[in-house]
């Protein structure tokens, strides 16, 4: 029954997919395609961490301008006044200092060792913190002031192969999901959500500010892709027009292959004993933590597992597109965009991510152009009538995709709220 | 002395300003979590939605060549906002949220359905006033109040718009009747019964549905005063307070979601420490360089001034970690 419905859903997708394609031509259908492939991936991870896990991280933006950040430092070229000017040295000055400073933190924090207690430890940590911070700020502002003014304005990349960089950015995203996950993962649902959007906001302060590392609203570009690029495929003779299509193909293969393996596992692990321990903690963690299952850190551990996914397809993005701009990054576009992608599909189900991924992006995409016709249509008629014309329906039209979104997900909500293809619970009889 | 001008021009009034916003903003948010236990994440853009119906308003009364000669037309038409708004904020929750508290849906599907009307309004706004920006004073003009500080040495007088008095004083306008509303009133008695243990107010005969529209009545006027007052400050913007909202969450959860005097108290802590955050203390500490043991830079903020919104985020996490439910005890899901 399931499976039969799945298979019509996706059916129609290939249908609406090839539809669009026809209408768009193979150029634009290609790029939409590794995009919305990439969200899928995205999807996963938060299908992982929502639906597997039941936590609810409204903080994906930080993790996908953290991938996009990691991609752009491993495979942009190497910037080589920067290396051979003093901003290394003070950068590792600067590091040794957060060293420093995060060591004193961890001190006082475990201060009762040595036998200061209470309002003491208190008081400690909270001067320790001052003085971190103190102690970081006075390295990193020269050495950022330098490197912006003489020390080639940004620290640059290190050439390596962008896939690399993915992957680093699965790291890095882990990393920063470790800290993230340790502070905020005690609290309950609301006040989850809104820490994590803190948190993510909090990051998308610091990539966009700090320019000797990101260039901030400079941006990056170009970032080299993976697989060969058009121009590429233009030097072995290929035609232009050609050359876009099979470069995004190839770039499509290389994201549908990551996407595969990552389904792969975590639809194992889904079925496995880890998942069933997974859901038991979902749907109730206090009968699984009496049942000596450690909730705090099995969340921890679904809440990195995800956030590795969103790195990785943060810097597929960006990679993608060829250039790091963290000024563009919205809450909209990049947390609420895959939340509704997730809801739509159905939380719990990797099929149901991936087609709700899928689904979503398109329609977010196409609502733009299909807004455009229609105000064109209406405002001819209007001009007809004699009430003259809508103004400016370019900039309005590309507006439209938000509205549709808030429809699509209320819609969901209230008509279909376990998604369209929804989880699956065996029972053993 | 005109460095304490400056000080008081730059983190008190700016505090102030910036805190009465964050604090009717957080009265609605608290309330309705108190009541309706979810975070209402929208709120942010019904404040929005309150600013760009007080701006047609505004329009209308122009357009009718209605003018005010002592304060700027927007604070007049600000009750007529409010009453539209709040009335659009029941039908808001009569066709969104209604129908899934109807079917027993969680705190948490609530909240995901609040960032759906979050984009249906913002879309909304956007399609019909595009994405640039709007001012209450194309026609009108701005005034500036400067006050002259009668003390040796002062040449720097402290500085404000009028609106910016208007709004605070508004706000204290409001905070009373709020005050009194819920102390005195048999409603108010019935919100904060209910705000308590909605079961027990249900048994005891409180009528929870009037409770959950009042709710809605006074956090859609709040907002659309906020919203007012936001954009006579500033300029008028679709996501306008969309930017806001996050600090204002953390007003709310700061004084303790459920409890409206904790709001209060968020919001001014949040505003006066964003702008205590960004101002330039070696500013204060020219004069007295002399005495202290150390050089003053000539830039001593505590963060840089881009960083100004992630002071908010800072203390809502601190706070967090530190007493999940707020300064004053808050409610939980």
């Known amino acids: ?32 395609l590794v995009q919305s492939f990439a969200y899928a991936l995205i999807a996963l991870g938060l299908n992982i961490q929502w639906g597997y896990g039941g936590l609810f991280n409204f903080g994906i933006m930080g993790m996908l301008m953290l991938g996009g950040a990691a991609v752009t430092f491993i495979s942009y070229p190497v910037n080589a006044p920067f290396w051979g000017s003093e901003g290394p040295l003070m950068l590792g000055k600067a590091l040794m200092a957060f060293l420093a400073g995060f060591l004193l933190v961890w ?47 940004w620290v640059g990349g290190l050439g390596l192969h962008p896939v690399l960089g993915w992957l680093f950015g699965g790291i890095l995203a882990a990393g920063v999901a470790y800290v993230v996950g340790k502070i905020c993962l005690g609290l309950r649902t609301d006040y989850l959500a ?37 121009q590429d495929l233009q030097a072995q003779g290929v035609s232009i027009a050609d050359s876009f299509i099979y470069a995004r193909l190839g770039f499509l293969a290389l994201v549908i292959i990551f996407l595969a393996i990552a389904f792969f596992l975590i639809q194992r692990a889904y079925g496995g004993p880890w998942g069933r321990m997974m859901r038991a903690i979902r749907d109730n963690h206090i009968a699984a933590a009496s049942m000596g299952k450690n909730v705090t850190r099995r969340q921890l551990e679904i809440f990195v597992l995800g956030s590795v996914l969103m790195g990785i397809g943060g810097a597929m993005l960006v990679s993608f597109q060829q250039i790091y701009d963290p000024g563009s990054y919205q809450p909209i576009n990049h947390t609420f965009l895959i939340w509704v992608m997730v809801i739509v599909g159905g939380a719990g189900n990797n099929w149901g991510a991936v087609f709700g991924a899928l689904l979503i992006y398109i ?67 | 002395m005109n460095e304490l001008i400056f000080f008081f021009n730059n983190v008190m009034v700016a505090g102030v300003v910036l805190g009465s916003i964050y604090a009717v903003g957080a009265i609605g948010v608290t309330l309705i979590f108190g009541i309706l236990r979810f975070a209402h994440f929208a709120h942010g ?27 700027p037309t927007g604070f007049i038409v600000l009750p007529v906002a409010m ?22 849906a969680r705190p948490v599907t609530l909240l995901i359905a609040s960032i759906g009307v979050t984009l249906i309004i913002q879309g909304l706004i956007r399609l019909s006033f595009g994405s640039g920006t709007w001012s209450f004073f194309e026609t009108e003009q701005k005034q500036l109040i400067r006050i002259p500080v009668p003390l040796e040495g002062a040449t720097r007088t402290i500085n404000f718009t009028q609106p910016q008095l208007l709004m605070v004083l508004s706000t204290v306008i409001a905070v009373v009747a709020l005050h009194l509303f819920l102390s005195r009133s048999r409603l108010g008695k019935a919100m904060r019964a209910m705000a308590d243990n909605a079961d ?50 953390a007003a709310a959860i700061v004084g303790g979601l459920g409890k409206p005097f904790g709001a209060i108290a968020g919001g001014y802590l949040i505003g006066f420490a964003e702008t205590a955050a960004i101002f330039n203390w070696s500013v204060l500490l020219k004069p007295i360089a002399g005495v202290l043991p150390f050089e003053v830079p000539a830039t001593m903020a505590v963060v840089p001034t881009e960083y100004k919104l992630t002071v908010a985020f800072v203390i809502l996490v601190v706070v967090l970690l530190w007493r999940p439910t707020g300064i004053f005890k808050g409610a939980q899901t």
């Open chain 1, 107 to 153: 001190g006082a924090r475990h201060a009762d060792r040595v036998g200061i207690r209470g309002r003491w430890k208190s008081a400690l940590t909270i001067l320790a913190w001052i003085v971190a911070y103190i102690v970081y700020r006075s390295q990193i502002d020269p050495a950022a002031a330098y490197i912006e003014k003489v020390g080639g304005g």
């Open chain 1, 363 to 429: 329609t977010w995409m196409i609502s733009d152009p299909v807004a455009q016709w229609l105000f064109n249509g209406i405002s001819g008629w209007s001009t007809d009538m004699g009430w003259g014309a809508i103004p400016e329906i370019q900039s309005r039209a590309s507006q439209m995709r938000v509205f549709v979104l808030g429809v699509v997900i209320t819609i969901a909500l209230r008509y279909a709220p376990r998604g369209l293809i929804p989880e699956v619970v065996k029972r053993e009889v």
């Open chain 2, 83 to 104: 009453v539209l708004t709040a009335i659009l904020a029941l039908g808001i929750d009569k066709g969104f949220y209604a129908p899934l508290r109807a079917r027993g």
């Open chain 1, 194 to 230: 809104i820490a994590t959007i803190g948190i993510s906001e909090i990051i998308r302060a610091l990539l966009k500010n700090m320019d000797w590392l990101t260039r901030g609203t400079l941006t990056v570009s170009p970032i080299p892709w993976p697989t060969p690029i058009p």
């Open chain 1, 1 to 32: 029954m399931m499976a039969r419905r799945s298979l019509v859903l996706f059916a129609g997708l290939f249908l609406l997919f090839a539809v669009i394609g026809w209408v768009l031509g193979a150029a634009n259908i290609s790029l939409l």
């Open chain 2, 200 to 249: 027990l107010a249900q048994v005891s005969g409180i009528n929870t549905k009037l409770v959950v529209r009042v709710t809605w009545v006074i956090a859609g006027g709040l907002a659309a005063m906020a919203g007012t007052m936001l954009a006579l400050d500033v300029n008028l913007k679709p996501d306008l307070a969309f930017n806001i909202v996050l600090p204002i969450f």
């Open chain 2, 45 to 71: 853009d019904m404040m929005t939605m309150g600013g760009f119906i007080a701006f047609l308003l505004m329009l209308g009364c122009q357009a009718l060549g209605i003018t005010t000669p002592l304060v």
